[in-house]
C-alpha cells in the first residue's frame, strides 16, 4: 500500500511521459521517498489521530455493583448483584462515525499531499545538486586552461617572451578561478548533504548531472489540473465535512444519555430479577461544545478556501516564471549548441598569437560568467516547472 501511494506521489509530481522513461532524476526521488523518515513518521501521527478519534465512538465499559445488608438477628442478611450498560444518545455513534470517515478521507489526503511536497522538495535538492556540479565542472575546466596559461607565461617570461604583468595577470585570474571553484565544490557538497537528510541516510548521486526535460502545458491545464487533482485542497474539504459531522456530534451528545442493566437481588429468602432503565441528564458545558464545534467548521471553511487562494497564486506565480525562462532559454541553448567548442576556440587564438593575454582572460571570463547564467536559468525554470507538473496526472495526458 505504501509503494503504491508513493508512486500516486511520484506520478503527480512527475509529467507521465518523463515518470515512464524511468529516468535518472524520476528514479532517485523514489528512492528519497521510500526511505524518508519524516514521511514515515506523519504516517504513523495521522493514524494515531484516526484511532483516538475511533476509540472516543465506542460503548463505555458496562458497570457491575454488589450490595450486601446486614440484617437483625433471626433474620437473612439481603444481597444483590446488577449489570448495567450506558450508552448515548441513538444517532450520536453514526455522527461520529460519519465524522471519523470524512477524517480518514482527509488523513489519507494529506499524507498523499505530504509525498508529493516531498517529492518536490527532493527533486530540488536533486537540481541544485545538478547546477552545483555542472558550475564545478565548468570552473574545474576553466582552472585547468589558466593554470596551462599560467605555467606557459611563467616559462615565456624567462626567456623574454612575456612581460612580469602578463605573469601577475595569469596568477591573479588563476586565484580567482580556484575561489570560485572552492565555492562550487562547496554548494555541491552542501546539496549532496541536504540529500542525505531527506534521505535517510547516504544517497548516491553518481550519474545524475543534467537537468531533465521539464514540459510547459498551457495556463489553462493547469488551472484544471490544480482544481482536480491537489489533496491539499480535497483534504481541507473532507475536513470541513468532518467539522460539520462533528457539529451533528456535539448536538446528539447534548442529549440525555441512556443506560439499561439487569439486577439480581436476594431478600427474605427469595430470588428476585428484573431490569433498570436509567438516563443521564446532560452537563451545562455541552451547550459550549457544540459552539466549539461550529467555530471548529467555521476555521475549516476557511481553511480551505485560504489553502485553494494560495495554490492559485502561487501557480499562477510559478507559469509567469517559468514562461518567461524558457523563451530566455532558447537564445541560451542556439548559443550554446553554436559555440559548444567555445574555449577551446579562445586557446586556439590565443597561443596563435591572434589574442592578448588580457583579450583572452576578459573573453573566458565573459564566457564563464555567460555559461553560469545559462545554467542558473537551466535551474530556475526546471524547479518553476517541477512545481507547476507536480499535480499532473495519467487523466491530463
Known amino acids: 500500500m505504501k509503494s503504491n501511494i508513493i508512486t500516486i506521489a511520484l506520478a503527480a509530481l512527475c509529467p507521465i511521459g518523463a515518470f515512464a522513461q524511468q529516468n535518472a532524476v524520476d528514479n532517485a526521488v523514489r528512492a ?12 504513523a501521527r495521522y493514524e494515531a489521530e484516526l484511532e483516538e478519534s475511533r476509540s472516543e465512538n465506542t460503548l463505555a465499559g458496562p458497570e457491575a455493583d454488589f450490595d450486601y445488608k446486614f440484617a437483625p438477628s433471626g433474620v437473612e442478611n439481603r444481597w444483590g448483584v446488577s449489570v448495567k450498560q450506558a ?13 471519523n470517515g470524512y477524517r480518514q478521507e482527509a488523513f489519507q489526503l494529506l499524507w498523499r499531499a505530504k509525498s508529493i511536497d516531498l517529492a518536490l522538495e527532493a527533486k530540488s535538492l536533486i537540481f541544485d545538486h545538478i547546477k552545483a556540479e555542472q558550475n564545478r565542472m565548468l570552473l574545474a575546466e576553466a582552472k585547468t586552461n589558466i593554470s596551462k596559461l599560467s605555467e606557459y607565461l611563467g616559462k615565456a617570461f624567462e626567456h623574454g617572451n612575456a612581460t612580469i604583468l602578463e605573469v601577475m595577470k595569469a596568477k591573479r585570474e588563476l586565484l580567482a578561478i580556484e575561489k570560485r571553484l572552492s565555492e562550487a565544490d562547496i554548494e555541491s ?42 489533496p491539499s485542497v480535497a483534504a481541507a474539504t473532507s475536513l470541513v465535512e468532518a467539522a460539520k459531522a462533528e457539529v451533528s456530534v456535539a448536538r446528539r451528545s447534548a442529549l440525555p444519555g441512556l443506560s439499561i442493566g439487569f439486577i439480581h437481588d436476594f431478600e427474605e429468602g427469595m430470588h428476585f430479577n428484573g ?9 451545562w458545558g455541552k451547550n459550549r461544545k457544540a459552539a466549539a464545534a461550529k467555530a471548529a467548521l467555521s476555521a475549516s471553511m476557511l481553511d480551505r478556501d485560504l489553502a485553494a487562494r494560495r495554490l492559485i497564486a502561487e501557480m499562477d506565480a510559478d507559469y ?6 524558457q523563451a530566455s532559454l532558447k537564445g541560451f541553448r542556439e548559443s550554446f549548441d553554436n ?8 586557446d586556439k587564438a590565443f597561443y596563435g598569437g591572434q589574442l592578448t593575454i588580457f583579450d583572452y582572460l576578459r573573453e573566458l571570463n565573459d564566457y564563464i560568467d555567460f555559461k553560469l547564467d545559462f545554467i542558473d536559468l537551466e535551474y530556475r525554470y526546471s524547479v518553476a516547472a517541477a512545481r507547476l507538473n507536480r499535480y499532473w496526472t495519467d487523466a491530463n495526458d
Open 32 to 43: 528519497i521517498l521510500e526511505s524518508n523518515i519524516e514521511l514515515k513518521a506523519e504516517r
Open 87 to 99: 450508552f448515548d444518545w441513538p444517532g450520536t455513534y453514526s455522527a461520529r462515525s460519519k465524522a
Open 189 to 230: 557538497r552542501k546539496a549532496n548533504e541536504n540529500i542525505k537528510i531527506l534521505a535517510g541516510g547516504d544517497f548516491d548521486l553518481s550519474g545524475i548531472d543534467r537537468f531533465p526535460s521539464e514540459p510547459l502545458r498551457g495556463h489553462g491545464e493547469y488551472r484544471s489540473c490544480l482544481a482536480e487533482n491537489n
Open 275 to 283: 431490569f433498570s432503565v436509567g438516563i443521564a441528564l446532560p452537563f
Open 320 to 325: 509567469s516564471e517559468a514562461l518567461a525562462m
Open 339 to 346: 559555440d559548444k567548442d567555445y574555449i577551446k576556440l579562445l
